[in-house]
T-cell receptor, first 121, second 115 residues
Framework: ELKVEQNPLFLSMQEGKNYTIYCNYS?????LYWYRQDPGKSLESLFVLLSNGAVKQEGRLMASLDTKARLSTLHITAAVHDLSATYFCAVDILVLRVANAGGTSYGKLTFGQGTILTVHP | EAGVVQSPRYKIIEKKQPVAFWCNPISGHNTLYWYRQNLGQGPELLIR????????DSQLPKDRFSAERLKGVDSTLKIQPAELGDSAVYLC?????????????FGPGTRLTVT
C-alpha cells in the first residue's frame, strides 16, 4: 500500500522567511502533484512534477522531485500572509483497470496528510 | 471555462437517512473521480470513472455507497443509510485522459454532516 507522508504537519512562519515542506512516499512513482487548499474551499493545483529532477517555480513557491529518494519538496521563499493555507502533495501511480476494461492508467492519487501553513507578521 | 460543479454544497441529515451528491465535470473531461476528505486529512479516492465505466471502485464501501455516471457526463454518489462516520467533505474531480498530465481539477465539494 502506498504511503505518503508530509512534514511538518503544522508550520508557523514569519513573513519574509524561507522554509521547506517535505513529501516522502513509499513506492516507485515519477508523477507528483502539489495542491493548495484554503479553509472551506476546494483544492487548487499548484505544480505537476513528471520526472526525476523536475523543478517548477511559481512566484514564491518552488517544487522539486527526486524519484530515487522518493521525495518531493515545496520551498517557500520570503513568505507572505497570502500563502497561508493547507498544502497537499499527492503521488500518482499506474494502476490496472478493472478486468472488463483492461490496460493501465494513471489517475490514482494518494494524498499526504497536508501541511497547515500560517504566515504571520 | 466552467469548473467542476457540485451540489448541494452543504447537507445535514440524521443517521440512517439516505443522501445523494451530484457532480458535473468540466466539459470534455472523460474521467471523473469521487473523493472523501475527512477533517484534517487529505482526500481519499472512492471511485473513478472513465466515461461511464467505473474503472476503480476498490475503496468504495459498497454495502452503503453507490455511484453512477449515466451517459458519461454527470455523476451521482449515494449513501444509504448514512452513518455518523460518513460526516466529511465529498469532492468530485475530473480530468481528460488524453492529456499527458492527467491533472485533476476539483470541485468545491459537498460538506456532509450526519447527526
Amino acid at each position: 500500500e502506498l504511503k505518503v507522508e508530509q512534514n511538518p504537519l503544522f508550520l508557523s512562519m514569519q513573513e519574509g522567511k524561507n522554509y521547506t515542506i517535505y513529501c516522502n512516499y513509499s513506492t516507485t512513482s515519477d508523477r507528483l502533484y502539489w495542491y493548495r487548499q484554503d479553509p472551506g474551499k476546494s483544492l487548487e493545483s499548484l505544480f505537476v512534477l513528471l520526472s526525476n529532477g523536475a523543478v517548477k517555480q511559481e512566484g514564491r513557491l518552488m517544487a522539486s522531485l527526486d524519484t530515487k529518494a522518493r521525495l518531493s519538496t515545496l520551498h517557500i521563499t520570503a513568505a507572505v500572509h497570502d500563502l497561508s493555507a493547507t498544502y497537499f502533495c499527492a503521488v500518482d501511480i499506474l494502476v490496472l483497470r478493472v478486468a472488463n476494461a483492461g490496460g493501465t492508467s494513471y489517475g490514482k492519487l494518494t494524498f499526504g496528510q497536508g501541511t497547515i501553513l500560517t504566515v504571520h507578521p | 471555462e466552467a469548473g467542476v460543479v457540485q451540489s448541494p454544497r452543504y447537507k445535514i441529515i440524521e443517521k440512517k437517512q439516505p443522501v445523494a451528491f451530484w457532480c458535473n465535470p468540466i466539459s470534455g473531461h472523460n474521467t471523473l473521480y469521487w473523493y472523501r476528505q475527512n477533517l484534517g486529512q487529505g482526500p481519499e479516492l472512492l471511485i473513478r470513472y472513465e466515461n461511464e465505466e467505473a474503472v476503480d471502485d476498490s475503496q468504495l464501501p459498497k454495502d452503503r455507497f453507490s455511484a453512477e455516471r449515466l451517459k458519461g457526463v454527470d455523476s451521482t454518489l449515494k449513501i444509504q443509510p448514512a452513518e455518523l462516520g460518513d460526516s466529511a467533505v465529498y469532492l468530485c474531480a475530473s480530468s481528460h485522459e488524453g492529456q499527458i498530465l492527467y491533472e485533476q481539477y476539483f470541485g468545491p465539494g459537498t460538506r456532509l454532516t450526519v447527526t
